[in-house]
């Protein structure tokens, strides 16, 4: 089994930055997909940004430019560097990761999730 441990989140202001992570813990493995999904109220978990075990990245359009997702592999932790906070970026944010060589194919797809931290943006 995996655990994932998010922090980070916080109540901000528009424009601001904030740094989520997310430390993995018990079983690990040699090719994997990490990445960061989000859930606004009323909304479906939607992908954020995601990083593969080869350290290519990928990125939903409206986060480009502003958000930096990376790794640190001695510490078994991803990174999402949010950055020009935007109101619409309010959401619990989750950590996901997908073990094995293939990139997920959206939220079914996913073998294990952290709890969530709450990231607010306030206009």
């Known amino acids: 089994q995996v655990q994932l441990v998010e922090s980070g989140g916080g109540l901000v202001q528009a424009g601001a930055s904030l740094r989520l992570s997310c430390a993995a813990s018990?079983?690990?493995?040699?090719?994997?997909?990490m990445g960061w999904f989000r859930q606004a109220p009323g909304k479906e978990r939607a992908f954020v940004a995601a990083?593969?075990?080869?350290?290519?990245?990928y990125y939903t359009a409206s986060v480009k430019g502003r958000f930096t997702i990376s790794k640190d592999d001695a510490k078994n932790t991803v990174y999402l560097q949010m950055n020009s906070l935007k109101p619409e970026d309010t959401a619990v944010y989750y950590c996901?990761?997908?073990?094995?060589?293939?990139?997920?194919?959206?939220?079914?797809?996913?073998?294990?999730w952290g709890q969530g931290t709450q990231v607010t943006v306030a206009s």
């Open positions: 996901a990761v997908k073990r094995g060589p293939d990139y997920y194919d959206g939220a079914h797809d996913i073998d294990y």
């Open positions: 990083i593969r075990w080869t350290g290519s990245t």
């Open positions: 018990g079983r690990t493995f040699s090719t994997y997909t």
